[in-house]
């Protein structure tokens, strides 16, 4: 069964990078579309970026396109999330989750990291 930790979070400022780490273990890596999800409490799960089985190919949620780059180097099990010109309202858990397929939608993914705060302040 394939567990998923989350790493990388943490308080950081306004217009500041961080990178979230999400390593895999317990399962061929490869075989899976992996995504990163965010929320707040209170309010419904998002997504934020997907990348495929190989790397090929990638895909962000609106707010996040141009500011975050996702990637992935399986012969570690690790996917990363680089974020840059960090905002506010990107304050929430992230978390990592695989799939079967691309999907932005997270009850098609099969397993769930416990997730990473990530707080930004103005």
């Known amino acids: 069964q394939v567990q998923l930790v989350e790493s990388g979070g943490g308080l950081v400022q306004t217009g500041d990078s961080l990178r979230l780490s999400c390593v895999a273990s317990g399962t061929d890596f490869s075989r899976y579309y992996v995504g990163w999800f965010r929320q707040v409490p209170g309010k419904e799960r998002e997504f934020v970026a997907g990348?495929?089985?190989?790397?090929?190919?990638?895909a962000y949620g609106d707010p996040e396109a141009g500011r975050f780059t996702i990637s992935r180097i399986n012969v570690k099990n690790a996917v990363y999330l680089q974020m840059r010109s960090l905002k506010v309202e990107d304050t929430a858990i992230y978390y990592c989750?695989?799939?079967?397929?691309?999907?932005?939608?997270?009850?098609?993914?099969?397993?769930w990291g416990q997730g990473t705060q990530v707080t930004v302040s103005s």
């Open positions: 989750a695989t799939a079967l397929r691309p999907s932005t939608r997270g009850d098609e993914y099969v397993a």
């Open positions: 990348i495929s089985e190989l790397g090929g190919s990638t």
